[in-house]
């Protein structure tokens, strides 16, 4: 069944059409196979930007109805490639591309993790989190996921990305290509992330832009009861262009005497 015909019964599945439980829930089994197999995606990059497939999540919705929220681990991890050190836990429906190292972390279902990404000790990725290539998910990170609603988008972490110790990012935040987050950088939706990389400061939300070297900051917020410091996230320089990624992010880290 190609994606072009899986789809339309899945849609249809959603608006209550049929019986999931029944033959008409095969759909969604094969939607979940190819999760699993990483030939479709929760969300793909198209013209520069990310693209939500609404219909895979309501599949994976439409899953939990059809096995009663059981869903099986993720099998033949060292047959794709794949090194998992024990208790480290992939569920099915989950992709982990070549090359991947899966400490003892967590991977939701409906995630997608690029190849040669390493995901540290007490790291977890998210339902329907992106994570892209080269990726390193420092130890005690956490990648926010979303089920519902289905058209909310998951977070994006593209090709190249560090992200430190501890860092949280959450509600569909973007991080691009090789940027930098030091530890402990907490970033949602709604959080400023400050560029203080000129003379003036410029506030973005939800976008770490490509190889942006972040760190947590704070900024004064006036309350009924007085000033107090909130938190941002400081974009605080860049990540040089280099053929040797490792030892640019080394370089920069030093530079700007950042906690991984």
């Known amino acids: ?146 089920l519902e609603p289905p058209q909310a988008t998951p977070v994006i972490v593209e090709d190249g990305a560090f992200i430190g110790s501890r860092c949280i990012v959450v509600e569909g935040v973007r991080v691009e290509r090789e940027a930098v987050l030091g530890a402990g950088v907490v970033v949602t939706a709604s959080t400023p992330i400050v560029d203080v990389r000129e003379s003036e400061p410029r506030t973005i939300r939800g976008r770490i832009p490509a190889r942006a070297v972040v760190i947590p900051g704070t900024q004064p917020r006036r309350f009924p009861a007085g000033e107090y410091a909130t938190p941002c996230a400081l974009i605080v320089g860049t990540r040089s262009e280099s053929t040797d990624l490792k030892t640019s992010l080394n370089a920069v880290l030093r530079e700007h005497e950042i906690a991984v």
């Open 1 to 146: 069944m190609t994606v072009e015909e899986l789809q339309p019964e899945i849609e249809a599945l959603a608006r209550g059409e049929g019986d999931v439980r029944g033959s008409a829930g095969r759909a969604v089994d094969r939607a979940l196979a190819m999760l699993d197999a990483g030939t479709l995606r929760v969300a793909e990059p198209r013209d520069d930007e990310w693209i939500t497939n609404v219909w895979v999540k309501e599949a994976i919705l439409l899953y939990f109805v059809r096995h009663d929220r059981k869903i099986p681990i993720k099998q033949d991890l060292e047959a794709a490639g794949v090194r998992c050190v024990a208790p480290g836990v992939a569920r099915y429906g989950s992709f982990l591309g070549r090359g991947v190292v899966l400490m003892p972390g967590f991977v939701n279902i409906g995630a997608y993790v690029g190849e040669a990404t390493m995901i540290d000790t007490w790291a977890t990725v998210g339902s329907c989190a992106q994570i892209g290539k080269g990726v390193h998910l420092s130890g005690g990170v956490g990648i926010g996921g979303v």
